[in-house]
């Protein structure tokens, strides 16, 4: 409104007077339509100069001009501090300012809605956001960064302000910036904001470089994070303790200990003093990498440097032994924590205690606990039931979760909907779905009524028990019974009907789901489309994937691929490659799944020239093949003797993705199908790297040629082995020897049983003893 107003104003500046622009502007401000004429009042002008006067309202709201200036340059100041706006008290926005609530400025609210709209940005859109960025004050542009579920989105409204004229963003924006910039990996961001604020000697400080370090973290990258430190050594910024803690917590976070203690020893040379923050990241990394006794020793560590550990350091250990089940330990450390730190423990200490024990699984524990709790005078209320009952209810212990149940209504302690649902779903687990059914009709009388989820817990429990039919009845019934069925519900009873065999009332199901209004991603029809496959539907299966897609569900590769696949399998080919055409129909690009079904299905129908063809397609795309993919090519091309096309696709595969056992298969696969000719000639290819699994596949070549009674070949094949300082395996090379000698070469085979003496690995009478 203030910008339409100010809009208004403008359109007359060029062509009147001083005098009349005054009692122009004042008029145009009175004939604004006010949405509380109350507040507002008309507006008056007050002359303070030659060229300078005020335009005020009834409540002193107002701003200053100078009519020596063009007025449509004034209009691209800030607005006065006192002006917020229509229907505002002044009184509010400096409760508000003090409050630290700036979200509720309304020009704040403004700039936020505008930005929540960029993507149907205008020009004039940009022209209102540009000078609302003007009008507003450090904190409440501080406040707008902050207010960006996106940081991206942040970071480029942070950029664009920046080149706005007649703006500049003032230093604590550059640190509150770079505070969410460290909340993200958005490392990149970080650094030039870092980089402007040195480019315009706005003086840096440690943490803006603690910042840029999380951010690194986040992203992986604690190396770069480290590297940080030379950054502030020629920024000549000396490190602080806080810079310190954010390099140990990085360091820890990337499992390395040894490092981040290696930090806590040049802390000690730098006389930059550890604090509790320092050693409760240490004691955290030890515990997570099951080093408690590391841990242990660090507390110690910490009272004899006159650091006193607090309830964080040993709540860190106690979870650690709360997760081995270790109670006896638990209660060493806290008699320790009273002795030595004189901490107290107090209602947080056995809260976490029962939260640590029950989430782990150890339920008894946790009640003990609870009990001694109690008898100290602490009170526990339904979150802690809650997740001892959950414990047991995962367990399978429900006959301890409803005492427990039972124990909350005597003290009073009424449970809620999630302890129900939890006693429901365990029950469920156990298979006492009609039990659980009971609990759920019992639930309204007993002041809790069942949602949605109790409701999905049943109809789970029912599915599961092979009972569908009955959940779709229950499902049917959701409107008399008051509650909505959300996409979960459906897609269990889809997954319960599956599971069945009953793929048509599961497809009714899916039909159901997406006219209320929930679209299933591809994961949830995924196993549906293939179990539609597997029992010889592929037709039904690309029935139910046009219906997702015609009603704006999401259908990516694997469901195209899975209907492809089902086609190839019922060796309907002509139906596989019309769905192959509709992925590109649907914008959907094949994967090297996709292409590995395909060619496939050409070698089995023989069309070798065509797989051929489909594979280079596949490279040219860029796609990596898979280790089914070179599989399936040596399979399909092997089998119809096509060696010399297969060899020449190899060596096109390998330059995109090498694998090494690539010619061992392709010679493994020549043998099974009795080409041996081709496979000898592939030799030289597999004896390059002399590797166990060459000669696993040179055995292979060896044992098949004496199949076909062949001794020489499998004779020159181990000969070929020893060039390559490859030893055959002996007694694989006595049959080879005895059948040398049988087919009357005994040269020969004295000959490869000599290789064996000279290498140690036989002595010469046990030669002169096979020849006799």
Same mark, same amino acid.
């Given at each position: 409104?203030?910008?339409?107003?100010?809009?208004?104003?403008?359109?007359?500046?060029?062509?009147i007077?001083?005098?009349t622009?005054?009692?122009?502007?004042?008029?145009?401000?009175n004939?604004?339509?006010?949405?509380?004429?109350?507040?507002?009042?008309?507006?008056?002008?007050?002359?303070?100069?030659?060229?300078?006067?005020?335009?005020?309202?009834?409540?002193?709201?107002?701003?200053?001009?100078?009519?020596?200036?063009?007025?449509?340059?004034?209009?691209?100041?800030?607005?006065?501090?006192?002006?917020?706006?229509?229907?505002?008290?002044i009184?509010?926005?400096?409760?508000?300012?003090?409050?630290?609530?700036?979200?509720?400025?309304?020009?704040?609210?403004?700039?936020?809605?505008?930005?929540?709209?960029?993507?149907?940005?205008?020009?004039?859109?940009?022209?209102?956001l540009?000078h609302?960025i003007?009008?507003?004050?450090?904190?409440?542009?501080?406040?707008?960064?902050?207010?960006?579920k996106?940081?991206?989105?942040?970071?480029q409204?942070f950029?664009?302000?920046?080149?706005?004229?007649?703006?500049?963003?003032?230093?604590?924006?550059?640190?509150?910036?770079?505070?969410?910039l460290?909340?993200t990996?958005?490392?990149?961001?970080?650094?030039?904001?870092?980089?402007?604020?040195?480019?315009?000697?706005?003086?840096l400080?440690a943490?803006?470089?603690?910042?840029?370090m999380?951010?690194?973290?986040?992203?992986?990258?604690?190396?770069?994070?480290?590297?940080?430190?030379?950054?502030?050594?020629?920024?000549?910024?000396?490190?602080?303790?806080?810079?310190?803690?954010?390099?140990?917590?990085?360091?820890?976070?990337?499992?390395?200990?040894?490092?981040?203690?290696?930090?806590?020893?040049? +802390?000690?040379?730098?006389?930059?003093?550890?604090?509790?923050?320092?050693?409760?990241?240490?004691?955290?990394?030890?515990?997570?990498?099951?080093?408690?006794?590391?841990?242990?020793?660090?507390?110690?560590?910490?009272?004899?440097?006159?650091?006193?550990?607090?309830?964080v350091?040993?709540?860190?250990?106690?979870?650690?032994?709360?997760?081995?089940?270790?109670?006896?330990?638990v209660?060493?450390?806290?008699?320790?924590?009273?002795?030595?730190?004189?901490?107290?423990?107090?209602?947080v200490?056995?809260?976490?205690?029962?939260?640590?024990?029950?989430?782990?699984?150890?339920?008894?524990?946790?009640?003990?606990?609870?009990?001694?709790?109690?008898?100290?005078?602490?009170?526990?209320?339904?979150?802690?039931?809650?997740?001892?009952?959950?414990?047991?209810?995962?367990?399978?212990?429900?006959?301890?979760?409803?005492?427990?149940?039972?124990? +909350?209504?005597?003290?009073?302690?009424?449970?809620?909907?999630?302890?129900?649902?939890?006693?429901?779903?365990?029950?469920?687990?156990?298979?006492?779905?009609?039990?659980?059914?009971?609990?759920?009709?019992?639930?309204?009388?007993?002041?809790?009524?069942?949602?949605?989820?109790?409701?999905?817990?049943?109809?789970?429990?029912?599915?599961?028990?092979?009972?569908?039919?009955?959940?779709?009845?229950?499902?049917?019934?959701?409107?008399?019974?008051?509650?909505?069925?959300?996409?979960?519900?459906?897609?269990?009873? +889809?997954?319960g009907?599956?599971r069945?065999?009953?793929?048509?009332?599961?497809?009714?199901?899916?039909?159901?789901?997406?006219?209320?209004?929930?679209?299933p991603?591809?994961?949830?029809?995924?196993?549906?489309?293939?179990?539609?496959?597997?029992?010889?539907?592929?037709?039904?299966?690309?029935?139910?994937?046009?219906?997702?897609?015609?009603?704006?569900?999401?259908?990516?590769?694997?469901?195209?691929?899975?209907?492809?696949?089902?086609?190839?399998?019922?060796?309907?080919?002509?139906?596989?490659?019309?769905?192959?055409?509709?992925?590109?129909?649907?914008?959907?690009?094949?994967?090297?799944?996709?292409?590995?079904?395909?060619?496939?299905?050409?070698?089995?129908?023989?069309?070798?020239?065509?797989?051929?063809?489909?594979?280079?397609?596949?490279?040219?795309?860029?796609?990596?093949?898979?280790?089914?993919?070179?599989?399936?090519?040596?399979?399909?091309?092997?089998?119809?003797?096509?060696?010399?096309?297969?060899?020449?696709?190899?060596?096109?595969?390998?330059?995109?993705?090498p694998?090494?056992?690539?010619?061992?298969?392709?010679?493994?696969?020549?043998?099974?199908?009795?080409?041996?000719?081709?496979?000898?000639?592939?030799?030289g290819?597999?004896?390059?790297?002399?590797?166990?699994?060459?000669?696993?596949?040179?055995?292979?070549?060896?044992?098949s040629?004496?199949?076909?009674?062949?001794?020489?070949?499998?004779?020159?094949?181990?000969?070929?082995?020893?060039?390559?300082?490859?030893?055959?395996?002996l007694?694989?090379?006595?049959?080879?020897?005895?059948?040398?000698?049988?087919?009357?070469?005994?040269?020969?085979?004295?000959?490869?049983?000599?290789?064996?003496?000279?290498?140690?690995?036989?002595?010469?009478?046990?030669?002169?003893?096979?020849?006799?």
């Amino acid at each position: 409104m203030l910008f339409e107003f100010l809009r208004y104003a403008t359109h007359f500046h060029e062509s009147i007077t001083n005098k009349t622009c005054r009692r122009t502007l004042v008029h145009a401000f009175n004939s604004w339509p006010s949405q509380n004429p109350n507040e507002n009042g008309h507006l008056s002008y007050n002359i303070s100069g030659a060229n300078k006067f005020r335009v005020s309202n009834r409540l002193g709201y107002g701003r200053d001009f100078d009519s020596s200036r063009e007025l449509g340059d004034e209009v691209d100041f800030k607005l006065s501090r006192d002006y917020i706006g229509n229907d505002q008290q002044i009184e509010c926005f400096k409760s508000v300012e003090n409050d630290g609530d700036e979200i509720r400025h309304p020009l704040v609210k403004e700039a936020c809605r505008l930005i929540d709209q960029r993507s149907k940005w205008t020009p004039n859109f940009e022209e209102e956001l540009r000078h609302l960025i003007r009008s507003l004050k450090p904190q409440q542009v501080c406040t707008l960064l902050r207010d960006q579920k996106d940081a991206r989105v942040a970071l480029q409204l942070f950029y664009w302000a920046d080149r706005q004229w007649r703006y500049q963003h003032n230093p604590i924006v550059y640190n509150a910036m770079l505070e969410i910039l460290g909340k993200t990996s958005l490392y990149e961001g970080a650094k030039r904001v870092i980089r402007l604020m040195a480019r315009r000697r706005i003086r840096l400080r440690a943490e803006a470089f603690g910042y840029l370090m999380m951010a690194y973290s986040r992203a992986g990258h604690w190396r770069k994070s480290l590297q940080v430190f030379s950054m502030m050594e020629k920024a000549k910024i000396e490190p602080n303790l806080v810079i310190y803690n954010i390099a140990v917590y990085v360091l820890v976070k990337a499992s390395k200990l040894e490092m981040a203690v290696k930090i806590l020893e040049r +802390m000690e040379l730098m006389d930059i003093a550890p604090n509790v923050v320092t050693y409760n990241c240490l004691i955290k990394g030890y515990c997570d990498a099951d080093r408690i006794e590391d841990a242990m020793d660090l507390i110690r560590d910490m009272v004899a440097k006159g650091c006193s550990p607090d309830k964080v350091c040993y709540h860190t250990v106690m979870g650690f032994y709360c997760k081995t089940n270790r109670i006896k330990e638990v209660r060493i450390l806290m008699k320790k924590m009273l002795n030595e730190s004189k901490l107290i423990a107090d209602q947080v200490t056995y809260n976490m205690l029962i939260h640590m024990l029950s989430k782990y699984g150890h339920g008894v524990e946790a009640i003990g606990f609870l009990r001694e709790a109690e008898e100290k005078g602490f009170s526990f209320d339904k979150v802690e039931y809650s997740a001892i009952i959950h414990s047991f209810c995962q367990a399978g212990n429900i006959e301890k979760a409803k005492e427990l149940v039972n124990e +909350m209504y005597t003290k009073g302690c009424i449970p809620d909907i999630v302890t129900y649902t939890d006693v429901i779903n365990g029950l469920c687990k156990i298979g006492k779905v009609d039990e659980a059914k009971q609990l759920l009709q019992e639930m309204s009388k007993l002041g809790c009524k069942p949602n949605t989820v109790s409701y999905t817990a049943l109809l789970n429990g029912l599915c599961r028990d092979g009972k569908s039919s009955e959940a779709k009845e229950m499902l049917n019934m959701s409107e008399e019974e008051w509650w909505v069925p959300n996409s979960i519900t459906y897609s269990v009873l +889809m997954h319960g009907f599956r599971r069945e065999g009953k793929l048509s009332e599961a497809h009714d199901v899916v039909k159901e789901m997406i006219v209320k209004g929930f679209l299933p991603p591809p994961a949830e029809i995924n196993p549906l489309i293939q179990s539609f496959c597997q029992e010889g539907r592929p037709e039904d299966a690309k029935k139910l994937m046009e219906e997702c897609l015609n009603k704006g569900c999401t259908v990516n590769v694997v469901n195209f691929t899975t209907v492809i696949h089902g086609f190839c399998q019922k060796e309907d080919f002509d139906s596989a490659f019309s769905v192959l055409d509709d992925m590109y129909l649907n914008n959907i690009q094949p994967d090297a799944v996709t292409y590995t079904t395909i060619i496939d299905t050409l070698g089995k129908k023989g069309s070798i020239e065509e797989a051929v063809e489909m594979a280079k397609k596949m490279l040219h795309k860029s796609l990596i093949p898979t280790p089914v993919t070179y599989r399936v090519v040596i399979h399909r091309f092997c089998q119809h003797g096509r060696v010399q096309e297969l060899l020449s696709l190899l060596e096109k595969m390998l330059l995109r993705q090498p694998w090494k056992t690539a010619y061992n298969q392709v010679i493994e696969k020549l043998c099974s199908l009795g080409n041996l000719d081709d496979a000898s000639k592939l030799l030289g290819k597999v004896l390059r790297t002399a590797s166990r699994t060459d000669a696993n596949s040179c055995h292979i070549l060896i044992e098949s040629s004496l199949r076909k009674g062949d001794p020489l070949s499998s004779y020159k094949v181990a000969c070929r082995m020893f060039s390559r300082n490859l030893v055959p395996d002996l007694k694989l090379c006595e049959k080879v020897s005895k059948s040398l000698v049988v087919h009357g070469m005994p040269l020969d085979a004295e000959k490869l049983m000599l290789r064996f003496v000279e290498r140690g690995l036989m002595s010469p009478k046990y030669i002169k003893k096979m020849q006799r």
